[in-house]
């Protein structure tokens, strides 16, 4: 059963910093693009980075741009996602996405979600 599994979120004030992480497991992680999004109360799901598995290429949402950075730890099956400079507007639950590949048949999986809260 493929797993992913968030952690690192909590309380924080605006200025300061996170680094979430997300645990594979069940899957076949080191061949999978990996990445996060976050939803807020009453906003769609929103695109925050992706590491792409094969050159390490890296792509950030706009408001991630310049204060996130994500790696991976091929290793550890793990993703992270090292947030500086927060803000109260990236207070959201974050998820931790695998994609896969439609074309083989093989499934995205998502995270449980880790809340992060920003105070200003």
């Known amino acids: 059963q493929a797993q992913l599994v968030e952690s690192g979120g909590g309380l924080v004030q605006a200025g300061g910093s996170l680094r979430l992480s997300c645990a594979a497991s069940?899957?076949?992680?080191?061949?999978?693009?990996m990445g996060w999004f976050r939803q807020s109360p009453g906003k769609e799901r929103e695109f925050v980075a992706r590491?792409?598995?094969?050159?390490?290429?890296?792509y950030y949402g706009n408001s991630a741009k310049g204060r996130f950075t994500i790696s991976r730890d091929n290793a550890k099956n793990t993703v992270y996602l090292q947030m500086n400079n927060l803000k109260a507007e990236d207070t959201a639950v974050y998820y931790c996405?695998?994609?896969?590949?439609?074309?083989?048949?093989?499934?995205?999986?998502w995270g449980q979600g880790t809340q992060v809260t920003v105070s200003s």
């Open positions: 996405k695998a994609w896969g590949s439609r074309g083989l048949g093989v499934p995205d999986y």
């Open positions: 069940g899957l076949t992680f080191s061949n999978r693009d």
């Open positions: 590491l792409l598995w094969r050159d390490g290429t890296t």
